[in-house]
C-alpha cells in the first residue's frame, strides 16, 4: 500500500524559507518519478515540480522557476523541496504524489503560509 507522508511546512515571512519533506513506502521507490503538487484556496491544484527516478530530470511551475528546488534521496526513500524567496501567493497546501501501476497516490499534505 502506497504511503506518502508530508513534513516541513509553516507560517514564514515573505522571502523566506521552507524544506518540504515526503517519505514513502508501500512502492519501490527508486524506479518512480516523484512529484509536488500544491493546492491554493480558489485555484486547481498544480504542480510544482518534478523529479524522475534518478534526479537527473526535472520539471518546474513558471511561477517557482530559480526560487524552488527538487531532490530525492533513494536510499532513504525520501523526496523534498526547498522553497526559497517565498512570496504570499505560494501559500497552500502542499502534496507529495506519485503514479504507480494502480493510479496516483497523494500523501495528506502540509499547510505553508506566507505572511506579507
Known amino acids: 500500500q502506497v504511503r506518502l507522508v508530508e513534513s516541513g511546512g509553516g507560517l514564514v515571512q515573505d522571502g523566506g524559507s521552507l524544506r518540504l519533506s515526503c517519505a514513502a513506502s508501500?512502492?519501490?521507490?527508486?524506479?518512480?518519478?516523484m512529484s509536488w503538487y500544491r493546492q491554493i484556496p480558489g485555484k486547481e491544484r498544480e504542480m510544482v515540480a518534478r523529479?524522475?527516478?534518478?534526479?537527473?530530470?526535472?520539471v518546474f511551475l513558471d511561477s517557482v522557476k530559480g526560487r524552488f528546488s527538487i531532490s530525492r534521496d533513494n536510499a532513504k526513500r525520501m523526496v523534498y523541496l526547498q522553497m526559497s524567496r517565498l512570496q504570499p501567493e505560494d501559500t497552500g497546501v502542499y502534496l507529495c504524489?506519485?503514479?504507480?501501476?494502480?493510479?496516483?497516490?497523494w500523501g495528506q499534505g502540509t499547510q505553508v503560509t506566507v505572511s506579507s
Open positions: 504524489s506519485v503514479d504507480t501501476v494502480d493510479g496516483r497516490a
Open positions: 508501500g512502492f519501490t521507490f527508486s524506479t518512480y518519478a
Open positions: 523529479i524522475t527516478w534518478d534526479g537527473d530530470s526535472k
